[in-house]
C-alpha cells in the first residue's frame, strides 16, 4: 500500500528587500494580461496545471472564471519564448495588502530550461510593484514540480506553515 498523504507549504515574503533575484535571459519575454480574458485564462491554468493535476478549478463556470479574472483584485502575466507560452502566474489581493501568487508554473515544454526562477523573481517583483503590497505569499504541495519548494525559497521566500493531509 502506497502512502497518499500530501504535503501543503505556506510561504511568505515580507520586504522587498528578502527578493534573490534571478535575472530574466534574453530569450524570456514576460507580459501583463492588461485586458482580462478569463478564457485565457481557464487556458493557461489548464496547459501549465495539467501536468501536475490541478484541479481546483475543474467545476468553475464562466461567471466563476469571469468574476475573478475581471477583478481589480487580480492580475495576470504570460512569458513567451521564442512565441510560444512558455509559461504564467496570477497574483491575487483581495484585501489590498497580502498579495497571494495565486498561480504559477510553466507549460511543460518549459520545464529545465532554466526559466523557472527568472519567472518567480519577476512575479515577486510584479507583487511588490503593486502599491501598498505589505507581503507576498504562495503555497506549493508535493504533487508540484519537485523543484517547485526549492525555488520559492531560493528567491527569498520562508516557510511559515506547513501542512499534511491524508490523499
Known sequence: ???????TFYLEMTSPQ?????????ALSIVECEVPQFRFNRFLYELVGSEWEWGDLDDWTDEQWRALVESDLHRTWVAYHRGSIAGYYELYRPDGTNVEIRYFGLASWAIEKGFGGPLLSHAIGSAWDWPDTERVWVHTCTFD???????YQARGMQLYRQESTPG
Open 18 to 26: 528578502q527578493l534573490l533575484s534571478k535575472p530574466l535571459p534574453e
Open 1 to 7: 500500500m502506497t502512502d497518499s498523504t500530501y504535503t
Open 145 to 151: 514540480h519537485p523543484s517547485a519548494l526549492a525555488n
